[in-house]
């Protein structure tokens, strides 16, 4: 039976802090706690949540960019977290990430042929006599051309700049690509292209992504199974589809009636979440979503849940069962991410159509 790329077992980081005049008091933010999952060649996992849920440091963590504090990650039969530095150096050609801002990654001073080489010489994928093609190879395959080559990372587009960012992913040739929002930054087309290039890639090399966003539409088109995080703790994790069409979770529900919507002469569903999200620091007592639920009881506030199975979603709630007919009674409809869900695909479908390199950007 083939291992999964990714599989992670009861992953938890924490960050120590030291608080008061004289930083005696001692805290410690848990910001990923006790998550686990499996991915497979050709699939993707996104992971959703609102800004500072632990989604990055989760991505982080997998690649032991960020020192894990327990838990297990591993790629194919191999244990990340148990390997040393040089072990870990050779491993990391197996799995690479690409940032929300490429440009805070990329090295001013070098062009976008010396980033490629870079990692190509470093695990000895190429020498001086095949550099050259084998960056170029890159360059066609990322939607850039060779006239890009001689270029720094100042002149380009954000939409360009986010390809020299894959290209650079690329290049190592890797099982595995964190994508840390890679799209946020970037407009609704240049989103649909970026979109789309990851999904090529994917079908070509049968990479598995882990794809972080807090934008729900960009993760129907892409994903396979969708994970929701609250205050570091995966809450849901489904199927995509069934994630949108039977989300169980209450503060799934809410996150999909928070959409917003390109049309502005649609009105919006009226979100439920009430607040903000209390502090890593301040973590509430029995369910940590319990302040902002609509369907909180006593057992909520006491008691926290444990994730368990309800047909093939798994999720972390006591009234689950009551969350799916709340919802059913707040006619959740996922249909309006539609709309933006259609602009990605017409702009996959214009790119198909198109007689230059279908991966060639436009702008
Ligand atoms: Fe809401 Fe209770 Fe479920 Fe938490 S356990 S999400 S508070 S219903």
Known sequence: MTAPVLSVANLSKDFPLARGMLRREKLVVRAVSDITFELGRGETLAIVGESGCGKSTLGRSLLRLIEPTSGKVMLGRDNVTGMNTTQLRAARRRMQIIFQDPYGSLNPRMTVRETLAEPL???????????EAKVNEILSLSGLSRFHAERYPHEFSGGQRQRVGIARA?????????????????DVSLQAQIVN??????????????????DLSVVRHIATRIAVMYLGRF?????????FTTPLHPYTQSLIKAVPLPDPSVQRQQAELRGDMPSALAVPSGCAFHPRCPLATDLCRHSRPETRMIGDTRVACHHAEAGAAHATAQKIKP?????????????????????????????
Request: glycine share 4%.
């Open 121 to 131: 010489l470093l695990h000895g994928l190429a020498d001086p006599k095949t550099l």
């Open 170 to 186: 690329l290049a190592t040739r890797p099982e595995l690509i964190v994508c840390d929002e890679p799209v946020s930054a970037l």
């Open 197 to 214: 290039l990851l999904q090529d890639l994917q079908q070509e090399f049968g990479l598995a992504y882990v794809f972080i966003s807090h």
């Open 235 to 243: 809450v849901e994790e489904a199927p995509a589809e069934t994630l």
């Open 335 to 363: 249909g309006k991410l539609d709309r933006r869900l259609a602009v990605l695909r017409a702009a996959k479908n214009e790119q198909a159509s198109a007689p230059t390199d279908k991966r060639q950007e436009t702008r």
